[in-house]
T-cell receptor, first 115, second 109 residues
Framework: GAGVSQSPRYKVAKRGQDVALRCDPI?????LFWYQQALGQGPEFLTY????????KSGLPSDRFFAERPEGSVSTLKIQRTQQEDSAVYLC?????????????FGPGTRLTVT | KNEVEQSPQNLTAQEGEFITINCSYS?????LHWLQQHPGGGIVSLFM???GKKKHGRLIATINIQEKHSSLHITASHPRDSAVYIC???????????FGTGTSLTVIP
């Protein structure tokens, strides 16, 4: 497909479990962003990659959140020891331009529910 | 502190009505985006604006940089326009986008 894909689409985790969320950006896109969207809220920035370099991780809410993009394409957002407040939709977006100056293309999101 | 404010939060309209959604922001920006989010989370970028006005089909977006305000208009609204519309701004410095909380639009046949 030509769009951004994310997997899994839905994830239920018991509190304390580790989860890994995957994002496949559009091929060739330089920039990749992760956002967290709580119910009824707009997305909030988590972290930004330019190719394989994580240039901004200021939005990660705690050290339980870790993101990587080792080869500059697929990215994984990992959440360790999940807590109920981590329940949200996690959105990935990619852009062909550095810093996402132009259009960002969003994936469908992964809905994480922590019970 | 929310850098982006949208109004209204919820909007119900009859099919065919002209709809306006407003966005105000507090930071200097390099661009403003209007996004459409359907149930299930998928987000589609509708417009990217840095000045003036853009039109795509029944959708019109305007921005007034001096007033730090943008509007999204939908003419001849249709039930398939029902979605959440989100305003997002990109500050002049930095890589983050700031998002509004969205306007939930329901168009009734």
């Amino acid at each position: 497909g030509a769009g951004v894909s994310q997997s899994p689409r839905y994830k239920v985790a018991k509190r304390g479990q580790d989860v890994a969320l995957r994002c496949d950006p559009i091929s060739g896109h330089v920039s990749l962003f992760w956002y967290q969207q709580a119910l009824g809220q707009g997305p909030e920035f988590l972290t930004y990659f330019q190719n394989e370099a994580q240039l901004d991780k200021s939005g990660l809410p705690s050290d339980r959140f870790f993101a990587e993009r080792p080869e500059g394409s697929v990215s994984t957002l990992k959440i360790q020891r999940t807590q109920q407040e981590d329940s949200a939709v996690y959105l990935c977006a990619s852009s062909f331009s550095p810093l996402g100056v132009y259009e960002q293309y969003f994936g469908p999101g992964t809905r994480l529910t922590v019970t | 502190k929310n850098e982006v404010e949208q109004s209204p939060q919820n909007l119900t309209a009859q099919e065919g009505e002209f709809i306006t959604i407003n966005c105000s922001y507090s930071v200097g920006i390099s661009a403003l985006h209007w996004l459409q989010q359907h149930p299930g989370g998928g987000i589609v970028s509708l417009f990217m604006l840095s000045s003036g006005k853009k039109k795509h089909g029944r959708l019109i977006a305007t921005i007034n940089i001096q007033e730090k305000h943008s509007s999204l208009h939908i003419t001849a609204s249709h039930p398939r326009d029902s979605a959440v519309y989100i305003c997002a701004v990109r500050p002049r410095s930095g890589d983050q986008f700031y998002f509004g909380t969205g306007t939930s639009l329901t168009v009734i046949p």
